[in-house]
C-alpha cells in the first residue's frame, strides 16, 4: 500500500511506523455509525494534518486515538490502533498521557475557574517527578506562550479565546507528551492569532520533537504548517498525500479551499479520485 | 448584653459542625455533580460504627473497656469502614450512573441514605448510645473569671477540632496537585479526563473525605446529644447551610455554617419564647428559605462563566 508518508521524518520509522490507526470503525451509543474504517499514520516527529467539512468524523477519530470516546458513549468496534509498536486501544486515557499520547479537546476546554497557572499545572498531574522539573516544563511552557506568562494569575475564563487555545495546549505541553492529538486550535481565532499559534506548534514539533495529529477545517493553513495530510470525508478517508501536493491539488482548492467555480460537492463525485483509489486498493 | 454574647458563642461554635459537613457535601458536589443526600446518614452510621467497635473491641481484643486504646483502636476502624463505605458507593452506586442527569444521581443518593441507616441498625442494633469523647461539658474558667461568660468547654474543643480540619480541607482544596485537580474536575471534567486525570480516583478521594468528615461530626454530635437516629436531621442542617452559602463555594460552606449556627440559636432564645419555643430545628430552613428568594446562587455561589 502506499499509505507511508514519505518525508524525511518518516524515513526512519519506515519499518515500525510510530502513530497508526488501522481500518477503525466508531460507533456511538451502539447505533451511530461515524466512522467507516479509517486508516492513517502520523510518522515520529511529524506534523499530519487531518482535514475535511464539519461533522466528517475528525474529532471522533482524534478521540478514538486518545480514549475519549468511552465518556462519550462511543466505541470502537473494528480495527486497531498502535503506538510505538504497541496496541493502545483498550487504555484509559491516563494509560496514554503516562505513554506520552495527549489530546487538546476542541473547543480548548481550559478549567475557567482556575488561573492560567494552575491550569498549565494540571497538565502534569501524570507526572512522578520533582518539582523543579515540574517547575521547568513551566518555564519551558512560557518561553513558547509569552503571552501565557503575562496572564499566569488571571482566570482563564476571563481570557481571551487565542489566550484560551495557547493554555489548551500548554497545559497538554505541561505533560511532557511525545504526540499531541490538536482538535480545531483556529476554530473561532482572529487569523493573526492562528498564524501565531501555528508558529508555536511548528517551533514545539521541532525543537521539543513533539509529533501534532491535527485535525483541522482550515485547509489552507493547516497545510502550510503541515508535512502530511488526509482527507476525511463521512468517516472515511477519501485522499491522502505531502501536503504541498495536497495545497496545489486542484480538487482541493476547489472543494476546500474555495476556489473552484461551482459550490462545494463530494469528493465521490469526482472519476478521477475514483480511480486513484481503485488503483489504491 | 453579656446572655446574647453567650448564645451568639454558643451559636458560632455549633456552626462549625455545620460548615464541616456542608463542606463534606461541597466536595462531593464539585467534583462529581452529586447532591449527596446521603451525608446525613453517613454521620449516623459513622457515629454508630465508632459506639459499636467501642462497645465489641474489649470483648475481642481484651482491652481495657473505656480505655484510649480502646478508643483510637475503634477511631481508626471507624475510620476505614467510612472509606470503605465511600468507595463502594462510588464504584457499585455512582460510576454506572455516570453521565446520568443530576436528578437520577440525586434520587439514587436517597436510596443509598436508607440503605446506610438501614446496614448501620442491621449491624449494631437500633437503641441509643451514649458517647463519651472525655471532653467534660463545663463552662472554660478564664472566659468566665475575665469577662463572665459561659462558654462550654466541650463546645470549644470540638469547635476547634472541627476548625481545624475545615481549614486543612480548604487549604488542601486550594494549594495541593490534588486540590487542584478536584477544582479541575468540577470545572471541565472532559477535560480533566483528557489530560489524564483519572476521574475514578478522584471520586473516591472525595468520598473518602466525606466519610472522614462524617466520623468527626458523628463523634461530636453523638457525644452531645447520644448515637440515634436524629443525627442524621441534625447532619441535613448542611442543606440550609449550602444554600446559604453555594452548593460550590468552599468558603459559603464556611460562613453559611457559622451563620446557621448563630441565627438559629439566637432565633431560639430571643423568637422563640414567642411562638412556642422549638424553633432551632425549622428556623435555618425558613432562613434558607428567604436567602433563596433574594439570592439563589449563595452568599459565595460560583458565578457562571459564560465566555467562550
Ligand atoms: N457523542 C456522540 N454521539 C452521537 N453522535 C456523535 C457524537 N459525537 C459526534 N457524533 C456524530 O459523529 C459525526 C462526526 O462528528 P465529529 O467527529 O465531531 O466530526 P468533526 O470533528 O469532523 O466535525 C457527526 O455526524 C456527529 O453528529
Ligand atoms: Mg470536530
Not at chain 2, 481495657?64 to 481508626?76: C, D, H, I
Not at chain 2, 483528557?194 to 472525595?206: A, D, F, R
Request: hydrophobic content about 50%; overall charge neutral.
Amino acid at each position: 500500500m502506499n499509505t507511508a508518508p514519505t518525508s524525511a521524518a518518516s524515513t526512519a520509522s519506515a519499518t515500525a511506523p510510530y502513530l497508526s490507526v488501522n481500518n477503525v470503525e466508531v460507533i456511538y451509543d451502539h447505533v451511530i455509525l461515524v466512522l467507516k474504517g479509517v486508516s492513517l499514520q502520523v510518522p515520529k516527529g511529524g506534523i499530519v494534518a487531518l482535514l475535511g467539512a464539519n461533522g466528517a468524523g475528525k474529532s471522533t477519530t482524534l478521540k478514538s486515538i486518545s480514549n475519549l470516546l468511552r465518556a462519550e458513549r462511543g466505541d470502537v468496534t473494528k480495527g486497531s490502533i498502535d503506538f510505538k509498536g504497541a496496541r493502545i486501544d483498550q487504555m484509559t486515557p491516563n494509560d496514554l498521557v503516562k505513554r506520552g499520547v495527549i489530546q487538546v479537546m476542541e473547543g480548548r476546554h481550559c478549567f475557567g475557574h482556575l488561573t492560567i497557572e494552575e491550569n498549565l499545572l494540571t497538565g502534569a498531574y501524570t507526572r512522578s517527578c520533582s518539582r523543579a522539573e515540574i517547575k521547568r516544563s513551566l518555564d519551558l511552557v512560557y518561553t513558547y506562550f509569552s503571552r501565557l506568562k503575562t496572564r499566569r494569575s488571571s482566570q482563564a475564563g476571563y481570557t481571551s479565546g487565542g489566550e484560551q487555545q495557547m493554555c489548551a495546549i500548554g497545559r497538554a505541553i505541561m505533560a511532557n507528551p511525545e504526540m499531541v492529538l490538536l482538535d480545531e486550535p483556529s476554530m473561532g481565532l482572529a487569523p493573526q492569532i492562528v498564524e501565531e499559534i501555528f508558529e508555536i506548534v511548528k517551533d514545539l514539533n521541532s525543537k521539543e520533537q513533539v509529533s501534532f495529529l491535527l485535525a483541522e477545517q482550515n485547509t489552507m493553513v493547516a497545510l502550510r504548517y503541515a508535512d502530511f495530510g488526509y482527507i476525511l470525508e463521512n468517516g472515511r478517508i477519501v485522499m491522502e498525500g505531502e501536503a504541498k501536493e495536497l495545497a496545489t491539488n486542484e480538487d482541493v482548492k476547489e472543494f476546500y479551499l474555495g476556489l473552484g467555480g461551482e459550490g462545494r460537492k463530494s469528493f465521490r463525485e469526482v472519476k478521477h479520485y475514483r480511480r486513484r483509489k481503485r488503483w489504491l486498493s | 448584653m453579656q446572655f446574647f454574647l453567650e448564645v451568639l458563642i454558643g451559636g458560632l461554635l455549633s456552626g462549625v459542625l455545620y460548615a464541616l459537613v456542608a463542606l463534606g457535601f461541597v466536595l462531593i458536589f464539585k467534583a462529581s455533580g452529586v447532591f449527596n443526600f446521603a451525608q446525613g446518614a453517613m454521620v449516623f452510621f459513622a457515629a454508630l460504627t465508632f459506639v459499636g467497635f467501642q462497645e465489641v473491641l474489649p470483648g475481642w481484643t481484651g482491652l481495657e473497656e473505656g480505655g484510649s486504646a480502646v478508643f483510637w483502636l475503634a477511631f481508626a476502624l471507624a475510620l476505614v469502614s467510612m472509606i470503605i463505605l465511600g468507595i463502594l458507593t462510588e464504584k457499585i452506586v455512582l460510576r454506572p450512573l455516570v453521565n446520568q442527569p443530576h436528578i437520577t444521581l440525586f434520587m439514587a443518593t436517597i436510596g443509598l441514605s436508607y440503605l446506610i441507616e438501614g446496614i448501620a441498625q442491621g449491624v449494631w442494633g437500633a437503641n441509643v448510645r451514649g458517647l463519651d469523647l472525655g471532653i467534660e461539658d463545663v463552662p472554660v474558667e478564664w472566659l468566665m473569671e475575665s469577662s463572665n461568660i459561659l462558654v462550654s468547654k466541650f463546645d470549644l474543643v470540638a469547635a476547634g477540632i472541627a476548625g481545624v480540619l475545615v481549614a486543612s480541607l480548604a487549604l488542601l482544596f486550594q494549594y495541593t496537585k490534588i486540590g487542584r485537580a478536584l477544582r479541575a474536575v468540577a470545572d471541565d471534567h472532559q477535560a480533566a479526563l483528557s489530560i489524564g486525570i483519572p476521574l475514578q480516583h478522584i471520586w473516591v478521594i472525595v468520598w473518602g473525605v466525606a466519610g472522614f468528615v462524617a466520623l468527626i461530626a458523628g463523634m461530636i454530635w453523638g457525644a452531645r446529644n447520644g448515637v440515634q437516629f436524629a443525627l442524621t436531621y441534625t447532619a441535613l442542617k448542611a442543606l440550609p447551610v449550602l444554600i446559604l452559602g453555594g452548593f460550590t463555594s468552599v468558603p459559603g460552606a464556611i460562613v453559611g455554617g457559622l451563620i446557621i449556627g448563630a441565627s438559629e440559636k439566637l432565633a431560639e432564645v430571643y423568637v422563640g419564647p414567642f411562638v412556642g419555643g422549638g424553633i432551632e430545628s425549622w428556623f435555618p430552613y425558613v432562613l434558607a428559605l428567604l436567602f433563596l428568594l433574594v439570592r439563589p446562587e449563595g452568599l459565595f455561589g460560583e458565578k457562571h462563566i459564560d465566555r467562550v
